[in-house]
């Protein structure tokens, strides 16, 4: 499991050329006019990890099978998307079904590259857009609404609990604020995450910025991240241009190309970061002779839970977990030295699993 992300934006600001580089295929059709996608495209990537190459060695591991994340590349959407412009209505409807939004904004100047609206104002066009996702979910909660006053009067206590989860959307989307400043309590959160609204998603913004101002951003993305700190969200500063570049290169020669650039790492690895802590995400490991694999797991997961990742039956028959921290698991060489190092411990229903702990799950078939 890792998770499923839309990269939205107004048109050209460069989706498709980000999910190209990202997804390192040609897929999305990047050109310069509107609605260049149509089609969600969507792209599986691997999870870079180093830690798992380390554990993969030491346990003499015959295959190593990475954590797995989506990207939806989602056609450029407009003003009076929500209302169908630029088949707006065929576009929100993707955005439902990813767990989080990416928000591509531009912060570039370019003369070459036209802007919908023939300004570069990347604050301007994330409000239009968070815009037309408040509209939408304002008409579909209308019509819920209007649909439960049967069930109600009927005494459906699922019913009643929608009911005022989705009146206290509509107050917030009333009040100019996105779903998503709404308070939910942990009770209340499946039931929430099923009403699939989307203003209530999860969004990082993405600046994409010129190529040389990959490492330090401009004064557009600075006025996105101030933005994204008040709404007490996240973003981060890629060139879209620079990614496209290193997904034709090798390892190596990525890695001689991002120095010179100034760059520490691809923006790859810095977006999923940022979508782990997003969408509050953490990996766990298991490792041995036939594989080293990373399961990604949300935070607070307790050890029967995290089990099922890997199969329901783990789950239904969980009897314990055998533990090793990573850090002990490298240090001793492997399960077998943290065993005698009296660093592996067995676990049961209720241990909370950690960040890069080594599992091994005993269960009732």
């Keep these: 499991m890792g998770f499923k992300t839309g990269i939205v934006g107004m048109p050209n600001v460069g989706k498709s050329t980000l999910f190209n580089a990202l997804t ?10 509107p609605f260049c996608t149509i089609e969600p495209n969507i792209g599986e990537v691997s999870v870079p990890d180093a830690r798992l190459d380390k554990l ?18 989602i056609a ?11 088949l707006g209505n065929q576009f929100l409807a993707n955005i439902r079904e990813c767990d ?43 019509k819920r609404l209007a649909n439960l006053s049967r069930k109600i009067r009927g005494g ?5 609990e929608q009911h005022d989860l989705l009146t206290r959307a ?26 699939q609204l989307l203003s209530a998603k999860p969004v990082l913004y993405v600046c994409n910025v010129e190529e040389e101002n990959a490492a ?12 994204a700190a008040e709404q007490g969200a996240a973003s981060v500063v890629i060139s879209a241009a620079i990614e496209e570049e290193i997904s034709q290169l090798d390892t190596e020669e990525a890695s001689m190309f991002l120095e010179e650039m100034g760059l520490q790492e691809a923006g790859l690895d810095r977006l999923i970061k940022a979508g782990y802590e997003l969408l509050q995400l953490e990996t766990y490991f298991t490792a041995g002779p036939k594989e080293a694999r990373a399961w990604t797991i949300h935070k607070g997961t307790q050890a029967p839970q995290a089990a099922g990742v890997i199969h329901g039956d783990f789950e239904r028959g969980f009897i314990r977990a055998e533990t090793i921290a990573y850090a002990d698991f490298i240090e001793f060489g492997g399960e077998q030295g943290a ?20 599992l091994h799950f005993l269960f009732n078939t």
């Excluded at 390192?24 to 990047?30: D, E, I, L, N, V």
């Excluded at 450029?76 to 630029?86: F, P, R, Y």
């Excluded at 004064?219 to 101030?226: G, L, P, Q, R, T």
């Design 24 to 33: 390192k295929t040609a897929s999305a059709q990047a050109a310069n006019f």
């Design 56 to 73: 993969a060695e030491i346990a003499g591991s015959a295959k190593i099978i990475p954590a797995r994340m989506a990207f939806v590349d």
């Design 76 to 86: 450029g959407l407009v003003k009076g998307a929500s209302k169908g412009e630029g």
């Design 100 to 142: 989080a939004i990416i928000h591509v904004l531009r912060c570039f100047e370019d003369d070459d590259i036209t802007h919908v609206d023939g300004r570069v104002d990347p604050v301007s066009d994330a409000e239009v857009i968070e815009t037309e996702l408040m509209l939408a979910d304002l008409e579909s909660i209308d």
């Design 156 to 160: 459906d206590k699922d019913a009643v």
């Design 170 to 195: 509509k107050e917030a989307i009333e009040n100019d604020k996105p779903a998503r400043t709404v308070e939910v309590s942990e009770d209340e959160q499946k039931s929430w995450n099923m009403l």
């Design 216 to 227: 330090s951003g401009n004064a557009h993305s600075e006025a996105v991240a101030k933005m």
């Design 339 to 358: 065993k005698e190092a009296g660093k592996m411990r067995a676990e049961g229903k209720t241990y909370v699993v950690k960040d890069g702990d080594v």
